[in-house]
């Protein structure tokens, strides 16, 4: 809307501007209550919005421990009493304990050639091509472009057919480098053999020095086990074993159930369902001490009193032989003592307590879904409930403006008309008494 132009003063001597802004403040001040009404519902979609992404992570974290097959209830520990014997158990394995003796460690297969050669020498006989010969496997007739050791080493690792060519300097020989090939299979295993020669089968660099491939052996109660490597995958069912590049020896493996990995998914799964607690806690605290954003809100307090009621089984019976309970203060606690004991008593069913479709940790996913469903959920339509109130309110506000700019407008023609009304009644006194002195004048 067009303004209205004002004489701030000019006749009456008063601050007119500042007399039209302080009526103006008392005109706003309804508008001023709606202004501080959004700040108070910005205030509450925010802490709303805070704790649903709060309790979409304590779903998903209940979701996670819900399923034994993915959760951490399904783990295994196991442990060696050796470094150089290395165990690791699945879901698969059994519970139990067991002595390895190593019998060998996997080995690959070596060709170290005698002859020592510089880098540029030709090695490959009267041709420039090597043959590499394999059990089971089509001979490999490796080229090079002139013969020379440096190049044949090249070649050999340039073709990967499962053999690696190293140069070792033993000296020098008037002046220049030495070098003996050493060729081994990337693989370990006693079927890993190979041969090198020349083009027509003939020895390469006056001979070789062979230590064979092997396969690695462990035994378990009398019982053997070989491997091509020393990985030993599945010995026993979900066990994995594997040996160092130096064992010897027996080691003692055992595989049991995780109780302190158990203990510690539970406590933390109970942390994050108090951390929740302890938001819905603060948002509607009503006391003169403290006052919550979302003070005495009937919705959170029931999102709080559903997820306290997890505690108790559709059985009727409750957490508390597993180490949680609800204290006076509405929070949950973890005894990692008690669940210790009962573990200890009975994994499957302290397991079965937490887990499965109608578990500790199901249950708490389901009352936490149902308040931050981002369709329906109770915390949801709450959100949506207040950013309504939000849009009403600034639309009231936009409305407001046009009422206070209107008013603006006629408090300014007002005091503009009162201004020239001054004005011209100033004139009119200055030329009364103008003529009032003329008169006197003329009469002495």
């Known amino acids: 809307m067009a303004g209205t132009s ?4 000019l006749a009456s001597g008063l601050d007119t501007a500042s007399i039209i802004n302080q009526l103006m403040t008392l005109e706003a001040a309804s508008q001023t209550k709606l202004k501080t009404q959004v700040t108070t519902e910005q205030g509450k ?6 704790l ?5 992570a304590l779903a998903t974290a209940g979701k996670d421990m819900a399923v034994p097959t993915t959760g951490t209830w399904s783990t295994l520990k196991a442990t060696s009493s050796s470094t150089g014997v290395a165990i690791t158990a699945t879901s698969a394995a059994t519970p139990g304990a067991f002595t390895v003796t190593v019998g060998q460690t996997a080995l690959t297969h070596q060709v170290a050639f005698t002859d020592a050669h510089a880098k540029t020498d030709v090695v490959t006989g009267a041709t420039t091509s ?7 496997e089509a001979d490999l007739q490796v080229d090079t472009a002139n013969g020379t050791l440096e190049e044949l080493a090249g070649a050999i690792n340039a073709a990967d057919a499962g053999v690696r060519a190293t140069l070792v300097r033993t000296g020098s020989s008037g ?25 027509t089968g003939a020895a390469l660099l006056g001979g070789t020095t062979v230590r064979a491939g092997r396969d690695a052996s462990i035994s378990i109660g009398g019982i053997t086990a070989t491997s091509t490597s020393n990985t030993f995958a599945d010995v026993v069912p979900g066990v994995t074993i594997t040996l160092g590049a130096s064992a010897t020896g027996t080691a003692d493996l055992t595989v049991a159930r995780d109780a302190d990995g158990q203990s510690a998914a539970a406590k933390g799964f109970v942390d994050q369902l108090n951390a929740v607690l302890t938001q819905i806690g603060t948002l509607t605290s009503n006391t003169p001490e403290a006052r919550g954003t979302l003070a005495g809100d009937s919705t959170l307090r029931r999102v709080a009193g559903a997820l306290q009621d997890t505690i108790y089984p559709p059985d009727g019976t409750s957490m508390a032989k597993y180490g949680i309970q609800v204290d006076r203060y509405g929070k949950v606690t973890f005894d990692p003592k008690k669940f210790a004991e009962s573990y200890a008593a009975d994994p499957v069913a302290t397991a079965a307590a937490f887990t499965g479709p109608t578990g500790f940790a199901a249950r708490v996913q389901k009352v936490a879904e149902a308040a931050s469903d981002k369709y329906d959920g109770t915390v949801t339509a709450a959100i949506t409930t ?5 849009t009403r309110l600034n639309a009231s506000i936009e409305r407001w403006d046009d ?13 503009t008309a009162l201004e020239t009304a001054l004005s011209q009644l100033n004139s009119q006194s200055t030329w009364l008494t103008s003529q009032l002195d003329s008169l006197s004048a003329s009469t002495q």
């Open 45 to 50: 979609v925010t802490a709303l919005q805070k």
């Open 386 to 390: 207040h950013t309504s109130t939000i």
């Open 403 to 415: 009422r206070l700019e209107l008013r603006r407008q006629t408090l300014e023609r007002q005091y």
């Open 6 to 9: 004002s004489i701030g003063g």
């Open 130 to 136: 090597v043959v590499l010969k394999r059990s089971g």
């Open 52 to 56: 649903n992404t709060a309790l979409q």
């Open 175 to 199: 002046g220049v480098d030495q070098y003996r090939l050493l060729v081994e299979s990337t693989a370990t295993g006693a079927s890993q053999d190979f041969e090198l020669t020349d083009s």
